[in-house]
């Protein structure tokens, strides 16, 4: 069973926007920090944000900064992460995951315990 299950990619057109789904399971995700990471074909794995288990700080890669946001809903098990003004370089496969203590150094992808398996954002006009 896959502890945590991405939804929500599609394709969109530049300047548009997706709202990316990651829900559990089984278990309870306000015991975790979630990490969204993305990966593009040829490329490593980038840490996109992260959203802290202990107050719900929120925490963006430059790249992301302003058009992103994390957020969470821990009665419906979900973190959602709201992409606006889709840019060419946002294009890849998105993945959430979860470790068991806060958001410093959130992009080292070694670190999380649960992983989902990817939902695929197109950006193209």
């Known amino acids: 069973q896959v502890p945590l299950v991405e939804s929500g990619g599609d394709l969109v057109q530049p300047g548009g926007s997706l709202r990316l789904s990651c829900v559990s399971s089984?278990?309870?995700?306000?015991?975790?920090?979630i990490g969204w990471f993305r990966q593009a074909p040829g490329k490593e794995r980038e840490g996109v944000g992260c959203?802290?288990?202990?107050?719900?700080?929120?925490y963006y890669a430059d790249s992301v900064k302003g058009r992103f946001t994390i957020s969470r809903d821990d009665d419906q098990k979900s973190v959602y992460l709201e992409m606006n003004n889709l840019k060419p370089d946002d294009p890849a496969i998105y993945y959430c995951?979860?470790?068991?203590?806060?958001?410093?150094?959130?992009?080292?992808?070694?670190?999380?315990?649960?992983w989902g398996q990817g939902t695929r954002v197109t950006v193209s006009s």
């Open positions: 959203i802290s288990s202990s107050d719900g700080s929120t």
């Open positions: 089984g278990f309870r995700l306000n015991y975790y920090s």
């Open positions: 995951a979860a470790r068991q203590w806060g958001c410093n150094y959130y992009s080292d992808s070694t670190t999380y315990l649960h």
